[in-house]
């Protein structure tokens, strides 16, 4: 990376890998990476809308998609969508909750955001975002309280005999 950060978003796409947001323990970035696999080169992308540290990144559908995050002064609620193939950022509906330190990760043509902590509490909530109605429904909560947790989505796969 050009950029030194932590508590970044990361997310992967067409052999493609972004690293967005994050900060330096000084500033909290808005500024965006993208690592091409085949070339083995690093290049800057277009700024995010918002600063934000402690977010949750996933792909789905060809797009980067960021939620939450902390801005160095608040937790947020405010979530964008980076379209590649334009190079543009574009906000979309807020999350129904401020979430930082939330996972985020996309399966069935849905984006879920899970966990979290809202400047007072971890949180055991899930919120289900539909790219076709741009909208955040609240899912299934969590049986424990979590903030910072990790989440990958992957096929079922099953052996019988």
Same mark, same amino acid.
């Given at each position: 990376?050009?950029? @030194?950060?932590? =508590? ?19 500033? !909290? ?8 696999? @085949?070339?083995?080169? +690093? ?8 600063? $934000? ?5 996933? =792909? /789905? ?14 937790? /947020? ?8 193939? $334009?190079?543009? +950022? ?8 401020? $979430?930082?330190?939330?996972?985020? !990760?996309?399966?069935? #043509? ?9 400047? /007072?509490?971890?949180?055991? *909530? ?5 790219? @076709?109605?741009?909208? +955040?429904?609240? #899912?299934? *909560? ?6 910072? /947790?990790?989440?990958? @989505? ?5 052996? *019988?005999?």
């Amino acid at each position: 990376m050009r950029t @030194a950060r932590s =508590a970044a978003g990361a997310a992967a796409l067409d052999h493609q890998v972004f690293i967005v947001g994050g900060h330096d323990c000084t500033c !909290v970035f808005n500024s965006c990476e993208c690592y091409r696999v @085949a070339e083995g080169t +690093w290049t800057f992308i277009k700024q995010m809308q918002s600063r $934000r540290c402690r977010l949750g990144a996933a =792909a /789905l559908n060809g797009k980067v998609y960021v939620a939450g995050g902390y801005d160095g002064a608040h937790f /947020l609620n405010s979530a964008e969508c980076y379209e590649p193939a $334009r190079n543009e +950022w574009f906000a979309i509906s807020n999350l129904k909750v401020n $979430r930082s330190r939330v996972a985020l !990760v996309s399966t069935r #043509g849905k984006l879920y955001a899970i966990g979290g902590y809202d400047g /007072l509490t971890n949180l055991k *909530s899930v919120e289900v975002y539909d790219p @076709a109605t741009d909208s +955040w429904q609240f #899912g299934p *909560s969590l049986h424990f309280l979590d903030g910072g /947790l990790a989440v990958a @989505a992957a096929p079922i796969v099953t052996f *019988s005999d």
